[in-house]
């Protein structure tokens, strides 16, 4: 099958039905829990296993994948047939993905053109759903990197943690450590910006957090369907899944249109820093 593959990576957060277009392949990060590594979803590290361990108090770490596993999927796809790959990662600030596919792509039987999404979980997964979208469609490398470029860059992300501890042992919250300080009661919103998670606000109560998210979310939304007829949204989770479901259900009702909502538990390694609980949303308005 001629044409350009797409590669992204489970930080994507993206289900079993996303993943059924043969043009894309995930590459898994790994999860170390009690120091034993273990890919994500394909040994059984799911976001559940990683929830319970973090409740349970044990130590639950992340790494990258190697630049093997990049060069193995990039040699089997030029086996397949496809003339070229562009292999779209979670924030290079965040994550050392991106470098890992930067070091393989060099090798590669076939051109390979790797895109700091700058973002992560299904901000970063609609853009890898359009850029599979484009290359089917015919689009060359060049074209279908810079799909998933715009529409990363014109998604949106916010989402409440219960507690910034899990982050703050990750190296994930950057500015964010601003918040640790504060009192239990304050319940803190965050954001993407500049490929890292920044602090957004902080709320009393977790009750008016929650309210202050459905908030924040409607309003990406009215602001993204002024630029687009077709927006989507992401309610993400982390053992949350009734949370969840009601803040998508919220959403759906109060959208002056039907409004589709991808309801998704985050992917066990995102689960790792942000925590249980932990809810988010992601406007992506499709180019």
Avoid: W
Avoid at 151 to 156: D, E, P, Q, Y
Avoid at 270 to 283: F, R
Wanted: charged share 20%.
């Amino acid at each position: 099958m001629a044409g350009v593959a797409v590669v992204t990576d489970s930080t994507a957060s993206l289900n079993a039905e996303h993943r059924q277009d043969a043009r894309l392949t995930v590459i898994p990060l790994q999860v170390v829990i009690d120091e034993v590594s273990r890919p994500e979803d394909e040994s059984g590290v799911t976001p559940d296993v990683v929830a319970r361990a973090l409740r349970d108090g044990r130590s639950v770490t992340t790494s990258r994948p190697t630049p093997e596993a990049f060069s193995v999927a990039y040699g089997e796809l030029a086996t397949a047939g496809y003339d070229s790959v562009v292999s779209v990662h979670m924030s290079s600030v965040m994550s050392g993905t991106f470098a890992a596919a930067a070091i393989a792509a060099e090798t590669s039987p076939i051109p390979v053109t790797v895109v700091d999404s700058g973002t992560l979980a299904m901000a970063m997964g609609f853009s890898v759903l359009s850029a599979v979208l484009a290359a089917s469609c015919g689009q060359d490398p060049a074209e279908v990197a810079e799909t998933a470029q715009r529409r990363a860059a014109g998604s949106t992300t916010y989402f409440l943690v219960h507690s910034l501890e899990y982050l703050r042992r990750g190296g994930r919250i950057g500015p964010a450590a601003a918040l640790l300080g504060s009192a239990l009661s304050i319940k803190p919103l965050l954001t993407v910006k500049g490929g890292e998670i920044r602090p957004y606000e902080r709320v009393r109560t977790a009750s008016k957090a929650l309210a202050r998210l459905e908030e924040l979310g409607m309003a990406a939304l009215a602001h993204a369907a002024g630029a687009s007829d077709h927006v989507d949204v992401a309610v993400h989770h982390l053992d949350n899944l009734a949370g969840a479901e009601a803040l998508a259900e919220r959403l759906r009702g109060r959208a002056q249109t039907s409004l589709d909502v991808t309801v998704a538990e985050v992917s066990a390694v995102l689960g790792a820093h942000v925590g249980p609980g932990t809810l988010g949303i992601v406007v992506s308005p499709r180019l």
